[in-house]
């Protein structure tokens, strides 16, 4: 390694340090280390831990905040006998109503703590795949557990303070040409190099490709549609890194199996999936073995289903650090199944055991049988004459396909993707195809290739 190359990782080390004592107290290390040390404990020990953080959070929540005191009279339930269960050791949230993102948009005031004053919320938003961004707050103990779960988590990944790290990320100041300089000092000090998800030229990845080849970046963290890109244009242009990548991290978005196979392909390097969302944070992440682990530490997940372990049903999670607001039983969107098993790498945190993504990309068919969006982008995987294609489900009878397609478009490719939408949701499905110039991005940056109005 040159030398500039490590001296700028001792100097991005000293920073993190720096930044996180700021941030978290002189003893952050110790934080640090304790963290690392639940995660890497027995399965009883974490689950102990989180039985105990719930019971600490269920009972602040009740207390101070008004929309759960009147649930809780609504509901005829009683305090005492919560507190009563709870101090018995045998609290079963299963009887407090899912918490509804219609319910955070309402009642936004009244789901915050009345204990915290304004000025210690910090707020938040997500982007709004599908339209209006959810507003909500959050304070910075959430902030600082939550970094410190994703410090841990990133490591699996090969991650480490310091270590130049390539980020392929959507940056809206850089869209709109705003050269934000204290952004830029926070990437130099974190050794990141961006590469704008919104802003894939291929110039742009041409002058990036390059600069990796200097910088040599020893992990990726990348929204899964932009490195899919970025590893195409890669492959396309017969280039080859001169650098080696530990691991990558692909979050906030479906991880489809084309956009893992190129991009491992192409960066010599297993892919590591991490998911989460902004209301909450880092909800699992992909081990060593493929499995994805549910941080417990941070999160109670449940699933809305009459058995969670083996029938998908809606993830339902309870964040256990944010008591400015809390959000128990929130209903984030994704639909998902736990599983009993004791993951063979070793770590003994929960597996969650299948992730099909967003309950707006899974498709259902009159037999009620949950198709993942997965199966249908599968099928335009490696199709040629199809540059750009989102399916709409808009009824259980009647699927719109938007096609952008180029000069090896045949006719007869239609009549083989019909087909195969129809070998899932059922050969009486109507498949209307619209041929237009562009799909284009929704606000959030992220790609949406299937997306189902039926629920
Ligand atoms: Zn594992």
């Known amino acids: 390694m040159p030398i500039r190359h490590s001296t700028k990782k001792v100097f991005s080390k000293v920073a993190w340090h720096a930044y996180n004592i700021h941030r978290k107290g002189p003893f952050y290390r110790s934080k640090l280390s304790k963290t690392t040390k639940l995660f890497n404990a027995p399965r009883e020990t974490i689950l102990q831990f989180q039985r105990e953080r719930l019971k600490q959070l269920i009972q602040h929540t009740v207390q101070t905040t008004p929309y759960y005191r009147d649930l809780f009279k609504d509901f005829g339930l009683k305090q005492n006998d919560l507190f009563q269960q709870i101090n018995a050791d045998s609290i079963d949230i299963s009887q407090i109503l899912p918490l509804e993102k219609q319910t955070v948009r309402k009642q936004l005031e009244n789901l915050c703590s009345e204990l915290f004053p304004t000025y210690q919320r910090i707020e938040n938003a997500t982007g709004g795949s599908t339209g209006t961004p959810l507003k909500f707050y959050q304070d ?94 890669i492959s396309d242009n017969n280039l080859t890194p001169q650098w080696k990548t530990k691991g990558v991290i692909s979050s906030a978005e479906m991880l489809h199996p084309h956009y893992r196979s190129l991009a491992e392909t192409v960066f010599e390097t297993k892919i590591y999936n991490r998911y989460g969302g902004r209301e909450v944070g880092l909800i699992a992440m992909e081990c060593s073995k493929g499995r994805m682990h549910i941080n417990c530490r941070d999160i109670y997940l449940e699933v809305d289903s009459p058995n969670p372990y083996t029938i998908p049903g809606d993830l339902l999670v309870t964040q256990l650090n944010n008591y400015t607001m809390p959000f128990i039983r929130y209903r984030i969107g994704d639909i998902g199944r736990l599983s009993d098993e004791m993951c063979p790498c070793g770590n003994q945190l929960p597996v969650l055991g299948e992730l099909l993504g967003r309950s707006t990309a899974t498709f259902r068919s009159k037999t009620k049988t949950l198709i993942h969006g997965g199966y249908f982008t599968q099928q335009f995987y490696n199709l040629a004459g199809v540059t750009q294609f989102q399916l709409i489900q808009e009824t259980l009878e009647k699927c719109i396909l938007k096609l952008v397609v180029n000069e090896q478009w045949k006719v007869e490719t239609s009549n083989h993707i019909v087909q195969k939408i129809q070998d899932a949701l059922g050969t009486e499905v109507s498949v209307k195809i619209e041929f237009v110039d562009e799909i284009p991005l929704p606000k959030s940056g992220k790609r949406e290739f299937t997306i189902s109005k039926v629920t």
Do not use: C
């Open 140 to 233: 910075r103990s959430y902030w600082n557990q939550r970094n410190l779960s994703v410090y841990y988590f990133d490591q699996w990944a090969g991650w480490d303070f310091g270590e130049p790290q390539l980020v392929i990320w959507g940056a809206l100041a850089d869209v709109n040409g705003n050269d934000n300089w204290k952004q830029n000092l926070n990437r130099y000090w974190r050794n990141q190099h961006w590469l704008n998800g919104f802003h894939l030229t291929d110039s742009a990845m041409h002058a990036t490709f390059k600069m990796m080849q200097r910088q040599q970046p020893t992990t990726i963290l990348a929204y899964p549609s932009s490195l899919y890109q970025f590893a195409k244009f």
